[in-house]
């Protein structure tokens, strides 16, 4: 038998991160979501990203003072899915749009130099990547909202902070962490320049 809960069951349910009802939100709410990012140049782990995003959005609205639904759930949830989706893919056209500038400017550089210089910076992103990926969970994801341009307060919600301060105090201490392992790491001296 699938049980049902009202809208203002499942938002205090998120508000206290209880997992039976983020389990139900997943489960009813994947679907429209996982349709609409598909039918926009989407794959499964877009799906995901987005559902996750859009549940630690949900959360942090819930948490302010004041926050009251002017729709259903359901309808709420879609739109925040669906505008960060549309955020992403547009995104990903300035992206796209600056690298066809760049491949159709004449004025471009395609020498040796150019490849040397892309291998140069696949190498650094790669040292980058590896040592992220190192460090503790609350870091990564700390760093990874960061990089995503999340503000301090939406941070301090989604890691269930207290205040931005705290926040801003983990991700100093958390960017600090993944410096001192790169600088450490005997690959990094080729990326260092002394001219």
Not at 25 to 44: A, C, D, H, W
Not at 67 to 79: Q, V
Request: glycine share 2%.
């Amino acid at each position: 038998m699938i049980l049902h809960y009202s809208d203002s069951a499942i938002l205090s349910g998120i508000r206290e991160k209880n997992e039976k009802y983020i389990k139900y939100v997943m489960r009813e709410y994947t679907p429209l979501i996982r349709s609409f990012v598909e039918r926009n140049s989407g794959i499964q782990k877009d799906v995901e990203d987005i559902f996750q995003d859009s549940l630690i959005v949900l959360y942090c609205r819930c948490q302010e003072e004041g926050f009251t639904l002017s729709s259903k759930l359901k309808t709420y949830f879609f739109a925040i899915g669906k505008n960060l989706w549309l955020q992403r893919l547009e995104r990903k056209n300035q992206l796209l749009y600056y690298a066809d500038f760049e491949v159709n400017d004449e004025a471009a550089e395609y020498g040796t130099d150019n490849a040397d210089l892309k291998e140069f910076n696949l190498a650094r992103m790669t040292l980058f990547r590896e040592h992220l990926a190192s460090l503790p969970k609350e870091c990564r994801i700390i760093l990874t909202l960061f990089t995503e341009k999340k503000s301090m307060s939406e941070i301090a919600c989604a890691m269930s902070y207290s205040n931005e301060a705290t926040a801003k105090s983990r991700k100093y201490a958390c960017k600090n962490l993944l410096i001192k392992r790169i600088k450490n790491d005997p690959r990094f001296k080729q990326f260092i320049s002394y001219d």
